[in-house]
């Protein structure tokens, strides 16, 4: 069946106009949803078990698709604010309205690195954006915005933001939370959070950097264990044994001291 299966699809792929295939890939996706969209997550099966690890060394790294499980403790957004905290804004939204977005966006206004993870130092390094010590050097496009606001409305993950952004954000969390409370978590329709792993020593934190706001809500609805992916765009694992070889730690750009002081506002309560 498979072998005739893969003989149809070619014979579709080399015969068909492409305006045809996008629209048999788009009742396909329809139908899918149709059949799964009322399927939540089974956090309570075997494949619960399955920890980074176990992911880490079945894949390659151009296929990144396995799903391992973390405690909502150990999950991160970027500036070393854990999800489960008031501190974060998305979280703090769903408590007290959008005055917390507002609040945040208001005090958290860094002007380097540091700054980003609330660390007090004299250094101002030049990294942009959500850089990090252990990044790989690379040219990035910063200008480029979310969701039809451009970059001069500011970064989901500090201020200073316009009023625009702020709406924009409190109206993604409250989809996300209305749909969610009507469909359940529907993973092939909303997709795994995807994030990369932080290893110190015996203890490890998860960076999420894929469904950052997808991540906030499935907390706030009282999920206390959740499904993650590698993301392809990062190192599926940083360890801090590995310090010396970081990016911006080899270059010079960031000293080796800062460097482990951002990696250990991941783990700091």
Not at 35 to 61: A, P, Q
Not at 223 to 230: D, S, V
Request: charged letters at 25%; hydrophobic letters at 35%; one cysteine or more.
């Amino acid at each position: 069946m498979i072998i005739i299966y893969s003989k149809i699809k070619r014979y579709l792929l080399q015969n068909l106009p492409p305006f045809f295939i996008k629209i048999i890939k788009f009742f396909c996706i329809k139908i899918s949803l149709y059949f799964t969209k009322f399927k939540d997550v089974d956090l309570f099966s075997n494949e619960k078990c399955r920890d980074y690890k176990s992911i880490y060394y079945e894949i390659d790294s151009k296929n990144r698709r396995g799903v391992f499980f973390v405690d909502i403790e150990k999950l991160y957004y970027f500036g070393g604010i854990k999800y489960t905290s008031n501190k974060h804004p998305f979280t703090a939204y769903y408590h007290q309205g959008i005055g917390a977005l507002k609040s945040f966006y208001g005090r958290h206004t860094p002007n380097c690195i540091m700054e980003k993870h609330f660390i007090n130092a004299k250094e101002v390094y030049p990294l942009k954006g959500v850089d990090l010590p252990w990044y790989s050097v690379r040219e990035k496009n910063y200008d480029t915005g979310e969701h039809g606001l451009n970059y001069t409305h500011g970064d989901q993950h500090f201020g200073p933001v316009s009023d625009q952004k702020i709406e924009l954000e409190a109206k993604r969390l409250d989809k996300l939370k209305d749909s969610m409370l009507l469909h359940g978590y529907r993973k092939f329709y909303d997709g795994y959070p995807r994030g990369y792993v932080l290893e110190n020593n015996d203890s490890y934190s998860v960076l999420i950097v894929g469904g950052q706001h997808r991540v906030a809500t499935l907390i706030y609805l009282g999920y206390e264990i959740l499904p993650i992916i590698f993301s392809k765009s990062y190192p599926p694992i940083v360890n801090i044994n590995d310090v010396d070889n970081w990016p911006y730690v080899k270059a010079g750009i960031v000293k080796k001291s800062d460097a482990i002081r951002i990696f250990n506002s991941y783990f700091d309560e």
